[in-house]
Structures are given as structure tokens and as C-alpha cells.
């Protein structure tokens, strides 16, 4: 089946560590998205890219980073500056340009223990 | 950039009500969506509607482009339909980025 697929769905990390968080998709599609959700909040962008090897910063992309080396993957990484990492984190993927249908992710959770 | 406002931010539904939920935007744009969040956290699609009406079984959805906002409509509602709902926009210009609103937490109650 085509869809986006994020892994894991749960991850816990310790103060201090980074954490990797996986987004893959078979869509074809050019342009990826990271947001983030907090609770009881809306979605808030990271990171996003429109092609390989190109990616621009989001309205909150302090503490984080992200790699675009293949078409169908994004992977966001979780650094240790990232001040308050705790919070639910949705992969998108859409043709590029503003005209044209986003799909989701399931998403992952990160809890700081 | 572009500002996107959804009312209201809170609604309790007996089952079989009819509900509004409105989006009003502050730009023109060419691309809105409609999103359910499950209690699981995903987003489910529901309708990619930028100007026009749609309608997918017990919801339809209306954007008047030109007066920038859009309306989701829920008729007979069930207790699956609970959750909450986000509208989405992009605006042309802007590479291509999915501004989102604050959301609609909509429960539906026997």
C-alpha cells in the first residue's frame, strides 16, 4: 500500500541525548514535512523540503535537524538543544508546489525521561 | 505569514446533532484541507477543497475563496466522529508550506 511511515511510534529519550525519529514514504511525492503538536495545540512546522538535498527551516526548527538524501525519506533528528523536546511528531509528504493534497503519518510520540 | 482561525475551539454534540465548523484565513490560497485527529493522534483527510463544495457522506465542505473562509459540515452525528478537526492552508508564494489552525475538539455524546 502507498503511505507515509513514521517509526517508531513511541520513543523515550534521556536529557542530553539526540534521537532520530523516521519518516519513509512510497508516494513519489517531492516535498516532506516535520510538525510538531503539543498537547491540546495545533501543528506547528519544523522543517520541511521540497527536493533532494534541499531542505528549509520551519517557524520552530531551533534544536532541531534533518537530512533529505533520498526521495522517500526525511528523517528528523532531536538534538540535545532542543529545550523541551516532549511532544507528538507528524511526517507529511504532497506533491511540491502550494496547490496539491498533503497525506500524514501516524506520528511518534517522544517522551523525555 | 498567513493566519488561520477556527471556530469554535470547543463542541458537545448529542449523536444525530448537526454541526458548523468554520475557518476563516487571512490570505488568499490555493490549497485547504480538512483534517480529523483521531484520539490515536492521526490525521485522516477528509476533504482538499481550495474553492467549491465536496460531499462525503454525512459531511460536505464549502470554501468561498474569495471571502477566505471555509465551512465543514457534519449532519447526524455519531460518536465516532469525536476528535478533532484542523483546518489547513497554503498560500501560493510561500513554497508551498501547510499553515495550520488551532482546531475544532468536537465530542459527540449518546
Known amino acids: 500500500d502507498g503511505g507515509i511511515t513514521q517509526s517508531p511510534k513511541y520513543l523515550f529519550r534521556k536529557e542530553g541525548q539526540n534521537v532520530t525519529l523516521s519518516c519513509e514514504q512510497n508516494?513519489?511525492?517531492?516535498?516532506m514535512y516535520w510538525y510538531r503538536q503539543d498537547p491540546g495545540q495545533g501543528l506547528r512546522l519544523i522543517y520541511y523540503s521540497q527536493i533532494v538535498n534541499d531542505f528549509q527551516k520551519g517557524d520552530i526548527a531551533e534544536g532541531y535537524s534533518v537530512s533529505r538524501e533520498k526521495k522517500e525519506s526525511f528523517p528528523l533528528t532531536v538534538t540535545s538543544a532542543q529545550k523541551n523536546p516532549t511532544a507528538f511528531y507528524l511526517c507529511a509528504s504532497r506533491r511540491p508546489g502550494g496547490g496539491t493534497e498533503a497525506f500524514f503519518g501516524q506520528g511518534t510520540r517522544l517522551t523525555v525521561v | 505569514g498567513i493566519q488561520v482561525e477556527q471556530s469554535p475551539p470547543d463542541l458537545i454534540l448529542q449523536e444525530g446533532a448537526n454541526s458548523t465548523l468554520r475557518c476563516n484565513f487571512s490570505d488568499s490560497v490555493n490549497n485547504l484541507q480538512w483534517f480529523h485527529q483521531n484520539p490515536w493522534g492521526q490525521l485522516i483527510n477528509l476533504f482538499y477543497?481550495?474553492?467549491g463544495t465536496k460531499q462525503n457522506g454525512r459531511l460536505s465542505a464549502t470554501t468561498v475563496a474569495t471571502e477566505r473562509y471555509s465551512l465543514l459540515y457534519i449532519s447526524s452525528s455519531q460518536t465516532t466522529d469525536s476528535g478533532v478537526y484542523f483546518c489547513a492552508v497554503a498560500a501560493g508564494g510561500t513554497a508551498s508550506k501547510l499553515t495550520f489552525g488551532t482546531g475544532t475538539r468536537l465530542q459527540v455524546t449518546l
Open positions: 508516494l513519489n511525492h517531492d516535498a
Open positions: 477543497i481550495p474553492s
